[in-house]
């Protein structure tokens, strides 16, 4: 089997590639364009394996997207391939509709050429897997139901609303071409190569530097935090078994407030790196709540019913645990995050 994973050099594609060939020993062609979150060096473990091919390339490219196809044969598409930060996404959205939207259309398309030659039972065989967010449902309040696969898509950025198109587009040519697509949508990820912007690496970094922490409005925003190795689990059983045409929630059943995050971190601090920067007393101390993002979201929180009575998944990492070893992944490997800072 080869499987080809575009965005394979972002913090879950990367997690993805390193469990497909370590832990699966299947064939993984990495297709990434190496924007400023792309970080080869997150694939250091299999970048020498026999298994693995990387090509540059940005998927809006659909000629050598057409090579790609042509030369390596895959018998599936795992599509992580995206601009995923709202607050770029507010500065900037013009990238966001270039890459998840135009780019999600490329390659499908090209993914349809290449599909509609297969011989028969090839044809049968390969997947379409779109990798997607809690966050094309928008916001939920307190009391609100939790997303399900039925949700009614509402997003509330220009990052969530060009997911929400790529998921259409999928949806839509699975439906009109008859490519056996599966959609998953995840809820936040964190763990070992997250890019320094995100939440977790960002309160980690700032406190083992000194720095002002600072959480959006008053914190109290709520998310539900899934360990990246259960979710590339998740995926790959999905990929294994997952019914074409449906799609999936991924959750971790880890809901905690950002500033319940930020305490928990520090926490982890104060046991783990004793030794604190110049003028800090505690950890904690450096947290400071700033003026909230437009349109910030309260809550995200989404049931993995069907995933777990299908197909028998559920998240395994406890979050203070996998926190924990998070927390000292960062602190042993500033020689990956220094260069990105």
């Given at each position: 089997?080869?499987?080809?994973?575009?965005?394979?050099a972002g913090f879950i594609g990367s997690a993805v590639i390193r469990y497909l060939?370590?832990?699966?020993?299947?064939?993984?062609?990495?297709?990434?364009?190496?924007?400023?979150?792309?970080?080869l060096l997150s694939l250091d473990e299999v970048n020498r394996d026999d298994l693995y091919s990387f090509r540059k390339i940005d998927i809006s490219d659909s000629e050598k997207l057409r090579l790609v196809f042509d030369e390596e044969q895959p018998n599936a598409v795992i599509n992580l391939a995206a601009e995923s930060s709202v607050d770029r996404s507010i500065e900037?959205?013009?990238?966001?509709?270039e890459t998840n939207i135009v780019g999600?259309?490329?390659?499908?398309?090209?993914?349809?050429?290449?599909?509609?030659?297969l011989e028969s039972t090839k044809k049968k065989e390969f997947r379409f897997h779109q990798i997607s967010t809690d966050e094309v449902f928008g916001s939920l309040r307190s009391k609100d139901k939790v997303f399900d696969e039925e949700s009614r898509y509402n997003p509330s950025s220009p990052y969530s609303a060009s997911k929400a198109s790529s998921d259409h587009l999928v949806r839509a040519w699975g439906h009109t071409y008859g490519l056996p697509i599966i959609i998953s949508h995840c809820s936040n990820n964190y763990g070992c190569y997250q890019f320094p912007e995100k939440l977790i690496p960002s309160i980690i970094i700032k406190a083992i530097r000194g720095e002002q922490i600072s959480i959006y409005g008053d914190g109290n925003q709520i998310r539900d935090w899934l360990h990246v190795s259960d979710h590339v689990k998740a995926l790959i059983l999905l990929l294994e078994k997952g019914r074409v045409g449906e799609s999936y929630m991924i959750g971790g059943n880890n809901q905690m407030t950002n500033n319940n995050v930020a305490e928990l971190i520090c926490e982890i601090l104060e046991q783990l790196r004793s030794k604190k920067p110049n003028g800090v007393n505690q950890?904690?101390?450096?947290?400071?709540?700033?003026?909230?993002?437009?349109?910030h979201d309260f809550r995200y929180e989404v049931d993995i019913k069907k995933i777990r009575n299908e197909l028998g998944w559920q998240p395994q990492q406890e979050f203070e645990s996998g926190l924990r070893k998070t927390v000292d992944w960062y602190i042993s490997n500033n020689w990956w995050w220094e260069r990105l800072i």
């Open positions: 089997m080869k499987v080809l994973v575009t965005g394979g060939i370590k832990e699966k020993r299947i064939n993984v062609v990495n297709i990434d364009c190496l924007t400023y979150s792309g970080n900037s959205p013009s990238k966001f509709i999600t259309y490329t390659l499908l398309e090209e993914t349809r050429y290449y599909w509609e030659k950890y904690s101390d450096l947290i400071q709540c700033v003026e909230d993002r437009p349109g």
